[in-house]
């Protein structure tokens, strides 16, 4: 059975209850009500009959019954002895009624005659002036009006609730109708995008702040983030494979021309491209995978631990040395605050190390290397400087792109992936820190990563949107921040 319908049903069966609820409750109330102007009229005229009747001395019990009959109540007399005295109509009088109107009460019941009449019997005492009782009065009055009525609003109440039922399940089932119309439409389109494969196109926006509104919204998002990624992807595959050929080509070449030649000079020097090549090839696989890794999000929510900042800017820093002592370039431990922030360790020491890597591998022998570690306004500054030659400034927007690697860097430095620098603004936005670069040509470079520091006593806090620090947000133009 369809939504649709489901939903009409339910809200029919829901009405039907409130109708039946509230037509019971309307019925039982009239008819209460009838009951009790019944009642009222039977206790009115016996009070009347037996003030008028036994005002007047030595009257005759059995003339009480014998009055112009007002409207539709009829009297029975019975004496002391328990016979009828005036019998108007045959009205069987049961012993409990008898006897309990005869002990001074005055009791009503609703009987049935043997001609199928229902009516209303209500038994008073006469009590004569003195007070002894001296036989019963019994007024009796049909109910065929009351039940007439009383059937009539039951077939009026039936009626009424039928077609309002109607009604109000008409009314559901056009404005389910409606309202699924749109969910209908929303589905079709998600189907035609599915065949097409055409992230490109969006469901049109109802405009309307409503579930509707909000799920075509949620969609088209969605369809934006999706088309995102995928674009992204497909240019990462792109790109991957371009990056790829170049080092194999190159490779490939110089096998050739080394089985070539005969000369030792110009094969060392076929090797030694060839080498660099071969490491260059090795590095670029080892980011992708790492890349791809994080991509995959095995690693790209970070396990989240206590890191203490200062013990690893030491492992990083002993680590650079053994490095930069092949170039003869100085490292330097310029500052250390104690400091430490949540995040994952691992992935923060491959951070660290693309960057000091990179300030090794771009400075040039005897150069010199600094890093430092400062607690900033509850962040944890810390700073990658080299004595480098420096990165143009046109390039410093594009050096955290994938594969980017400035036209220098190709001609000089044999071995760059072109994929540190993203693996590195990757891991800080997991972080939810930043990273910053001042760099000017002939000078040196300088990279700056923030991450916040972890509060006293505090517990890991995931899902804490990052907070830009002040004097971050008020830094005079920071060469490059991602
Ligand atoms: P690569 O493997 O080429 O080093 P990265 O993504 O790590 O790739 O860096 C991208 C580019 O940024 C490099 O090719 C280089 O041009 C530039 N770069 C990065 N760090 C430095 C630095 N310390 N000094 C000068 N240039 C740098």
């Given at each position: ?313 030491l492992d990083v820093f002993a680590r650079t040395r053994s490095i930069a002592a092949l170039k003869n370039q100085k490292v330097m431990l ?19 190390l693309?960057?000091a890597d990179n300030a090794t591998k771009y400075t040039p022998e005897g150069g010199t290397i600094a890093l ?12 990658v400087?080299d004595s480098g ?94």
């Open positions: 059975m369809s939504l649709r319908w489901r939903l009409t049903l339910l809200s029919a069966l829901v009405m039907a209850v409130v109708f039946a609820i509230f037509g019971t409750i309307a019925y039982f109330t009239v008819s209460l009500f009838l009951y009790r102007a019944v009642d009222d009229n039977l206790e009115r005229q016996v009070a009347a009959t037996l003030i008028y009747g036994l005002s007047r001395p030595g009257t005759d019990i059995s003339q009480l019954g014998d009055r112009d009959e007002i409207g539709t109540v009829f009297y029975t007399v019975i004496d002391t002895e328990g016979v009828v005295r005036y019998p108007t109509r045959s009205v069987f009088i049961s012993d409990p009624m008898y006897n309990q109107a005869m002990s001074g009460s005055t009791v009503k019941s609703t009987q049935t005659l043997s001609d199928g009449t229902r009516v209303r019997v209500l038994s008073a005492p006469i009590r004569i002036p003195t007070g002894t009782i001296v036989g019963v009065l019994q007024a009796i009055t049909p109910l065929d009006m009351t039940d007439h009525l009383l059937n009539e609003l039951k077939v009026f109440l039936g009626v009424a609730a039928f077609i309002l039922l109607i009604v109000a399940a008409a009314g559901s089932y056009i404005l389910t109708g409606r309202t699924l119309r749109a969910v209908e439409s929303i589905t079709r389109k998600a189907h035609q995008i599915e065949l097409s494969q055409d992230l490109t196109q969006r469901i049109p926006s109802r405009g309307t702040d409503d579930e509707v509104g909000h799920l075509v919204d949620t969609f088209n998002q969605m369809l934006s983030r999706l088309q995102a990624a995928f674009e992204a992807q497909r240019r990462f595959i792109a790109d991957s494979s371009h990056e790829l050929r170049t080092p194999i080509t190159v490779i490939k070449s110089n096998m050739h021309l080394l089985r070539r030649t005969t000369d030792p000079a110009e094969r060392t020097e076929l090797i030694d491209i060839t080498e660099a090549e071969v490491s260059r090839l090795n590095r670029m696989v080892n980011d992708l995978l790492y890349m791809a890794q994080m991509q995959a999000g095995h690693d790209l929510k970070p396990v989240l631990r206590h890191v203490e900042l200062d013990s690893l800017l310029v500052h250390e605050d104690i400091a430490a922030c949540i995040g994952d360790r691992d992935q923060l020491q491959h951070l660290l693309n960057l430092g570690l400062w607690q900033d306004d509850g962040w944890a500054r810390l700073e400087s030659p420096g990165i143009p400034e046109e390039d410093l927007p594009h050096i955290f792109e994938r594969f980017f690697r400035t036209p220098d860097a190709r001609q000089t430095v044999r071995g760059g992936s072109g994929l540190g620098l993203a693996i590195v603004k990757t891991i800080a936005q997991a972080h939810g820190g930043r990273i910053e670069v001042f760099s000017k040509v002939g000078e040196g470079t300088t990279f700056r990563l923030w991450l916040r520091l972890v509060p006293e006593s505090a517990t890991p806090a995931p899902d804490d949107e990052p907070f830009v620090p002040k004097q971050l947000q008020e830094a005079e133009g920071p060469a490059a921040t991602i």
